[in-house]
């Protein structure tokens, strides 16, 4: 196994183990004792970093962990968790999340602790409910070991939550095509010039890079002088980047888990050449001709005066269609976004469309995003 190392944190593997994709069986349930399995040969293999979260798998996913590091696996384990922040409306709710969560592990301390799924409507949540100076107060009882936090919005509020307190780690989305989509390499490059180490999520786009290749991409893959698997260099692209402390995958079979092991202790995984990384941008490239309308995300249409994401829920669409309509997309659009931000709320009133600087027909878009997706 790969590690990277922080004089705060210690040595971390360079593959975190990520608990929003466990297995689950035919009925759609979350097969346990299958996840519990995979937890515990992850860490026997060396990972040592394992991430879970207050919602995943409906709560689940935390009591499985819990019961996965039973037997001696705690003292192996950086244990990472976090609060719920669009659930947080009090200050009371930090320390009662905190709690629940302890109790679901069944741990005395988490040890990296994230403020989830900062944006800009949460980072005033943060501010108004007090929520550093109590995650303060839970360190210094020793509930809770490093404070770091979840990022879902535009690099230049990035920015601004990196400078307002001193951070000891935080987590953002990023991949070879996502190289400018929330925090991005900008991001990245800015938490590191302040010595904040960065963990990883959506590697691969949540499978969207591995799971259906379009043609034209497999086409590319195809000529490249060393043949690689493009799950290989998706992990490549990230692994090479010398910010990155840990890269989180969340695997959901002991293939995948496998596999990934496998990668993770090639001392070569994290070289990167001048030509390869070329080829990677080629890709990309590719990959951002394949989408159907051109947003980019400035936010101009919003908010909307019916409560629809509109630059998100456009997102999926661009992304269902360049991704050879990978069903994950429809799964996460109904699991990430809330009903009332679905395009299926749009009363096409038009005032997206009037400040829209693309000219996008947003209208027409949403109509065809409710035929893909449903409502």
Known sequence: MLYR?????GDVSLLGLGGMRFPVKEDGTVDEEQSIRMVRHALDSGINYVDT????????????????LKDGYREKTLLADKLPLWLVKKEEDVRRFLEKQRERLDVD??????????????WKTVQECRILPILEELKAEGKIRHIGFSYHDDADLFEEVIDAYPWEFCQIQLNYVDTEFQAGLRGLRYAASWGIPV?????????????????????????????RPPVEWAFKWVAARPEVLTILSGMSS???????LALFTREDLPVLTG?????????????????????TTCRYCMPCPNGVNIPYVIRYFNDFGAYEHNP???????????????????VKCGAC????????PIMQIMDEIVEAFGE
């Not at 990296?112 to 944006?119: F, G, P, S, V």
């Not at 994950?328 to 749009?346: D, F, M, V």
């Open 5 to 9: 190392s922080n004089t705060a944190i």
């Open 53 to 68: 979260a207050y919602t995943y798998h409906g709560g689940l996913s935390e009591s499985i962990i819990g019961r996965a």
């Open 109 to 122: 301390v988490i040890d990296m602790y994230l403020i989830h799924c900062i944006n800009r409507t949460g």
């Open 199 to 227: 963990m990883i999520m959506e590697p691969l786009k949540g499978g969207r890079l591995t799971d259906a290749i379009p043609p034209v991409i497999e086409e590319v893959w195809q000529t490249t002088p060393v043949r």
């Open 254 to 260: 002991m293939e995948q888990l496998e596999d990934n």
């Open 275 to 295: 030509e390869e990384e070329a080829l990677i941008c080629r890709v990309a490239d590719l990959y951002h001709q394949l989408i159907k309308y051109p947003c």
């Open 328 to 346: 994950k997309l429809k799964e996460e659009y109904h699991l990430w976004l809330n009903k009332e931000e679905h395009a299926s709320g749009c």
């Open 353 to 360: 469309e009037k400040a829209c600087p693309q000219h996008l």
